[in-house]
């Protein structure tokens, strides 16, 4: 089952604008991450974060995690025509909680960066 | 990028013909994961392997089988295919399975006619 949920299924905005994305979930986890699949590719990792931090930042990336709603944002500044892409957060579940080893991905949130 | 590879790229079968993906790895990672991607499901997981012959079942594992005789390489097999089980195969890997980033292989796209 769906572990990960985006919102919203899909972002259009102006290039230079700040994207930003949801991701909830369901179970206590170790870890929360974000990847990036461009049209026809894999899927790129982009940052991690761990249960016990709130905040990280990489680049124009900048990532929220509040374990205590369940819930995980990451923020794209200064968007580029590059950036048009899906984005999928993935969580690992927490000692206990089950599941099979590996990460468990939402549906994705497809940004488009308009010119 | 991550040394992953996956073969074939495409794959167009039949309904009820055997299949098999393959993934290969050049990083020395201890796990391996296979994935399907379908529109309105996002990824899931349908086999892993923490190890040469050690395997376990994802979510998604009824159809397929995998084997793993060598550290780099990861078969999938599709003992006799049907067409829900046309969709686009990711391959992944990671050191360990806890705290880790998994690095994707470039897809496989399997249309079951």
């Known amino acids: 089952s769906q572990q990960g949920e985006e919102d919203p299924q899909a972002l259009s905005i102006q290039e230079g604008e700040n994207a930003t994305m949801n991701c909830s979930y369901k179970?206590?986890?170790?870890?929360l991450q974000w990847y990036r699949q461009n049209s026809g590719r894999g899927l790129v990792h982009l940052i991690l974060?761990?249960?016990n931090e709130r905040e990280k930042h990489s680049g124009r990336l900048r990532v929220t995690l509040d374990t205590s709603k369940k819930s995980s944002s990451l923020l794209i500044t200064a968007s580029r025509a590059a950036d048009t892409a899906s984005y999928f957060c993935a969580t690992e579940p927490a000692w206990g909680w089950g599941g099979a080893d590996g990460l468990t991905f939402g549906k994705g949130t497809h940004l488009i960066i308009q010119p | 990028d991550a040394g992953i590879t996956q073969s074939p790229r495409h794959k167009v079968t039949e309904t009820g013909t055997p299949v098999t993906l393959r993934c290969h790895q050049t990083?020395?990672?201890?796990?391996m994961y296979w994935y399907r991607q379908d529109p309105g499901h996002g990824l899931r997981l349908i086999h892993y392997?923490?190890?040469?012959?050690?395997?376990d079942k994802g979510e998604v594992s009824d159809g397929y089988s995998v084997s793993r005789s060598k550290t780099e390489d990861f078969l999938l097999t599709l003992e006799s295919a049907t067409s829900s089980q046309t969709s686009v195969y990711f391959c992944?890997?990671?050191?360990?399975?806890?705290?880790?980033?998994?690095?994707f292989g470039p897809g496989t796209r399997l249309l079951v006619l």
């Open positions: 974060i761990r249960s």
């Open positions: 992944a890997i990671s050191e360990s399975t806890r705290q880790e980033t998994q690095y």
């Open positions: 392997s923490y190890g040469v012959k050690d395997t």
């Open positions: 179970t206590s986890i170790n870890n």
């Open positions: 990083e020395n990672h201890r796990y």
